[in-house]
């Protein structure tokens, strides 16, 4: 059982940054693939970002490519998504997510409870 907690969300105005933080407790944090995954009032949940167990693989949604960044850190089970020139259209709930396979699409065994992130225009 891998229990994720997110962090680092806000409010903010556009075009400035805001980087999330999911600390993973439980099972072994390098064994698990992680992504990043968002979801509007209204609107069905949305890939973000994923990368793999020692993160030479990352993959990012054309929504937010060359503005955010998903890194991890191994020695501190930790995954962060570092967001810069944020838009009102980022404006979500971001959940980090973890398995065992680097998968591609959303079936992933553990999710956080997810942060709100707001973008004001």
């Known amino acids: 059982q891998v229990l994720l907690v997110e962090s680092g969300g806000g409010l903010v105005q556009a075009g400035g940054s805001l980087r999330l933080s999911c600390a993973a407790a439980?099972?072994?944090?390098?064994?698990?693939?992680m992504a990043w995954f968002r979801q509007a009032p209204g609107k069905e949940r949305e890939f973000v970002a994923r990368?793999?167990?020692?993160?030479?693989?990352?993959f990012h949604a054309d929504s937010v490519k060359g503005r955010f960044t998903i890194s991890r850190d191994n020695a501190r089970n930790t995954v962060y998504l570092q967001m810069n020139r944020l838009k009102p259209e980022d404006t979500a709930v971001y959940y980090c997510a973890a398995d065992l396979e680097y998968r591609t699409d959303d079936g992933y065994d553990y999710w956080g409870q997810g942060t709100q992130v707001t973008v004001s225009s």
């Open positions: 990368i793999s167990r020692r993160g030479l693989r990352t």
């Open positions: 439980g099972g072994t944090f390098s064994t698990y693939a």
